[in-house]
């Protein structure tokens, strides 16, 4: 008869759970209490979301497979701003680039994990991605705030209009007349222009004054009074995922400022390489050095009898008042 100790599903050691620091179990544990208590939950997300989720910018084989010709120019990740190319090259890259990380039909398992995470709670979401990811994986899009834009739109470059377009049709014009082997959108009449002026257009992201936001106010007011229209007494989770220092006015300190100022908030800041939180939120705030696949994989663990998980737990009414309009950009 074999040994049960021999095992491999028997063996802790080959427990992927069970590999995690003992802290970032512990930390679990205070997770699923606090989510447990609260009655609305608001997810913000940067770069670090996306990247452990599979978009990591900064992943140069992924490069090299997707954009041979600017790999061998010495491209290693897809920020491009400020890269001065010629547009046949220019649009051959976001084509890709877009279609890869917007447009892909496949769900996401780790967003999916992190909306079953959420269940029926009250929530919204805050992110700085423009990938639209969590609208694309169960978040109702109507509840999803991205004050830096959408790979989805583009804009006139003046602007001449606040009017933005849907790049789906673009991105598919441009494909049909890339090159991979040279990187080039080869037929010029792919290449975009305003629909209005005939001018030059870009994607509607936010990278410079010319940034056309339109089309995220409404959900920033809405988002604005969700924050703003809850009873005295309800308590708000923010739930924080992969926002670092490129762009810290936009989640993470905005994220510090609600926990500071709305009452019964609490937030958990999830982050690899920047877990810190400030000083004056000891108690409020809880700091885990992890990713967000290594967090939900502790969180559904499964759990001693009688630990109550607070997975499932029914939704409240709300979380307090609108500190002020630095909150919200």
């Not at 870009?202 to 056309?212: A, K, S, T, Y």
Request: proline residues 10%; negative net charge.
């Amino acid at each position: 008869m074999n040994d049960p100790k021999n095992d491999p599903l028997n063996n802790p050691v080959n427990d992927p759970v069970n590999h995690r620091p003992p802290a970032l179990r512990t930390q679990a544990d205070t997770v699923r209490s606090w989510l447990a208590d609260a009655d609305r939950v608001l997810i913000t997300a940067g770069a670090g979301l996306s990247a452990a989720a599979g978009y990591d910018y900064g992943d140069a084989d992924r490069v090299r497979e997707l954009f041979p010709a600017l790999y061998r120019l010495g491209l290693r990740s897809r920020y491009l701003v400020g890269v001065p190319l010629p547009p046949a090259l220019w649009w051959g890259y976001w084509a890709v680039h877009i279609d890869d990380i917007r447009f892909g039909s496949a769900p996401n398992p780790l967003y999916q994990r992190l909306r079953a995470l959420v269940g029926d709670r009250d929530h919204w979401v805050m992110t700085s991605n423009v990938d639209a990811l969590f609208a694309r994986n169960g978040f109702a899009a109507d509840r999803v705030f991205t004050p830096q834009g959408d790979y989805g739109r583009y804009q006139c470059t003046t602007p001449c209009t606040t009017d933005t377009w849907d790049s789906e049709p673009l991105v598919d014009r441009l494909l049909s007349a890339y090159d991979p082997a040279t990187g080039l959108v080869m037929d010029p009449d792919a290449l975009p222009r305003c629909p209005r002026c005939g001018g030059e257009v870009e994607i509607n992201v936010r990278i410079g004054p010319e940034f056309v936001d339109a089309p995220y106010l409404p959900n920033g007011r809405g988002l604005r009074e969700w924050l703003g229209g809850a009873p005295d007494g309800s308590r708000l989770l923010i739930l924080e995922f992969g926002a670092g220092f490129n762009t810290p006015g936009v989640i993470r300190h905005p994220d510090e400022h609600l926990t500071r100022h709305l009452p019964h908030t609490r937030l958990v800041r999830v982050n690899p390489a920047h877990p810190e939180v400030p000083s004056d939120l000891a108690g409020r705030a809880l700091s885990l050095r992890a990713d967000a696949e290594h967090l939900l994989d502790t969180l559904t663990a499964p759990q001693a009898s009688g630990s109550g998980s607070g997975l499932g737990s029914v939704p409240g009414s709300g979380s307090g008042l609108v500190p002020g309009p630095r909150v919200l950009h």
